[in-house]
């Protein structure tokens, strides 16, 4: 069975730090390209970051450039993929989800991912 679970959300201050964290099992996702996407209200899903299936590739949102830092841990059965948010603003308030894709490439279309977390909530206050 596939999943991919989110955790570490949560509301803090602007200017605050979070780590979110995603375990992936259920496939050999060691060969996935992997990804963090985020939904605020009302608007449309939008790209974060990305990260190829060995880690050494790595891509980001303007927005988040600087700020975010995407970064992997292929154990055995399972993947670990972690987001560090560092300098949190207020418009990074969304519903954060990873996503798996082969052919394990960075890669910032949502549309390629064939396998998605539920996501995890980050709501962060002035």
């Known amino acids: 069975q596939v999943q991919l679970v989110e955790s570490g959300g949560g509301l803090v201050q602007a200017g605050d730090s979070l780590r979110l964290s995603c375990a992936a099992s259920g496939r050999t996702f060691s060969t996935y390209g992997m990804g963090w996407f985020r939904q605020a209200p009302g608007k449309e899903r939008e790209f974060v970051a990305a990260i190829s299936w060995n880690g050494y590739v790595t891509g980001y949102a303007d927005s988040v450039k600087g700020r975010f830092t995407i970064y992997r841990d292929n154990a055995k059965n399972t993947v670990y993929l972690h987001l560090q948010l560092n300098s949190l603003k207020r418009e990074d308030t969304a519903n954060y989800y990873c996503?798996?894709?082969?052919?394990?490439?960075?890669?910032?279309?949502?549309?390629?991912?064939?396998?998605w977390g539920q996501g995890t909530q980050v709501t962060v206050s002035a």
């Open positions: 996503a798996a894709q082969r052919p394990g490439f960075t890669v910032t279309d949502g549309r390629q991912y064939d396998y």
